[in-house]
């Protein structure tokens, strides 16, 4: 079992998920790693454990570099069950160690395991700015709440400049190769913008807030390790990814459009067809996602890196089609800011589709621009409409006006 390393004594021993499609309600079509850490200093630490039913694969890389019975130490950065499913075992198989972790952490871990041994476990308690020495080596804790569970904590190996990221900087990513500079940067990019759009959009004030804590604290980083997919090694490759994370977590995006609807009869489809051709016609990028065609986890990470979204629904039984009003409570929870937004599509009779989106869009405090509608099916009139509703969507992208 291969075992990588990362600085000297400092290994990836975690686990490749490749069959993981659906990580807590997202799709995640090239699987995901769930990342572990060990470093073989005079006080044998791991950092971060893997999800349940991976404690076997794990243990048998670790075996290439140590015992498991050596592991003095044990630090649970996150109580999520993709990293803390498998401690119980882990534990088991290290036993007597001790574990360290946040305050918020210990309470969570008391529920999660309460009849898996947690009340055997030596708990150790950490906070940020605390050390302990393994050797040669110190860890330095960094507390990160709501990044994104209330527990959740980073840790960072001082002498050899490693950051261990747990949840920030990952991808779900499943690859033979553990390092970003080793597989096509641009699926790389790609999952990093979906996984921080379907995660950690919603915190970008805690991500703001720990890129400042990293450079209040003159934190070097050699080595940037999250808890799933490949680590950032090359400077210029940690230097991107942070400043992807400080352009999301401030809404910064592309001047480009995306539309997201769903039809019934096509009407609402002609109707999509004729605003991407508007925006087409300002020279605004613009990509159409039909939501019962296309994941939502695609949705979310156009909201994310589009300066504005369209969305399109026919009216069904007096309100939105059930796959647009998933998007909607989706969206809803996370929380996009500083978006251009507007709502159009269809209806029969009495509709209703299009208000309930427009109202749910105006409910989340983006600028919104005025609905647009038709009924059965748009005339050529109808169309032309479409498309100055595209153009102008466009104009205010280009001006930025949001
Ligand atoms: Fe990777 Fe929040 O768990």
Not at 224 to 237: F, N, T
Request: hydrophobic residues 40%; proline residues 4%.
């Amino acid at each position: 079992m291969e075992r990588y390393l990362l600085k000297e004594d400092i290994w990836w021993v975690g686990a490749i998920d490749w069959n993981m499609r659906d990580f807590h309600g997202f799709e995640t079509p090239r699987g995901t790693t769930y990342n572990s850490y060990l470093i073989t200093d005079q006080k044998v630490t791991l950092v971060d454990g893997v999800r349940s039913g991976f404690a076997s694969e794990t243990l048998r890389r670790i075996s290439t570099c140590c015992d498991p019975r050596d592991i003095d130490y044990l630090v649970v950065n996150h109580v999520e069950m993709d990293h803390s499913g498998a401690l119980p075992e882990l534990i088991r198989r290290a036993s007597p160690v001790k574990v360290f972790c946040s305050k918020r952490a210990k309470d969570a871990l008391a529920i999660f395991y309460a009849e898996e041994g947690f009340g055997d476990w030596d708990i150790n308690v950490v906070g940020t700015g605390d050390e302990i020495v393994l050797g040669r080596y110190t860890l330095t804790f960094l507390e990160v709440p709501m990044l994104h569970w209330p527990d959740s904590m980073l840790t960072y190996v001082k002498e050899a400049k490693v950051l261990l990221a747990n949840d920030g900087f990952g991808q779900h990513l499943a690859t033979s190769k553990r390092f970003a500079d080793e597989v096509d940067m641009a699926i790389v990019m790609d999952e990093a913008a979906k996984y921080y759009g379907n995660i950690l959009m919603p915190f970008g004030n805690q991500v703001q807030k720990l890129l400042k804590t990293v450079g209040d604290m003159g934190l070097e980083l050699d080595i940037v390790a999250p808890s799933h997919g490949v680590i950032w090694r090359r400077p210029e490759d940690i230097e991107a990814i942070v400043r992807c994370y400080s352009e999301w977590s401030s809404f910064e995006a592309r001047p480009s459009v995306a539309l997201i609807f769903d039809t019934m009869w096509h009407s609402t489809e002609k109707m999509t067809r004729a605003i991407e051709d508007g925006i087409a016609q300002e020279g605004v990028e613009c990509s159409v996602i039909k939501l019962s065609k296309t994941p939502l986890a695609e949705a979310a990470r156009a909201v994310q890196t589009c300066r504005a979204f369209l969305v399109g629904t026919p009216t069904v039984n007096n309100g939105m089609l059930p796959s647009v009003g998933a998007f909607m409570t989706y969206i809803k929870g996370l929380r996009p800011k500083q978006r251009l937004v507007g709502a159009y599509g269809s209806f029969g009779w009495g509709g209703g589709g299009v208000k309930q989106v427009d109202a749910g869009l105006r409910e989340l405090g983006l600028d919104v621009i005025d609905p647009l509608e038709f009924k059965y099916v748009p005339s050529s009139e109808d169309l032309v409409a479409c498309e100055e509703y595209g153009r102008e969507v466009a104009r205010r992208v280009k001006a930025w006006e949001v």
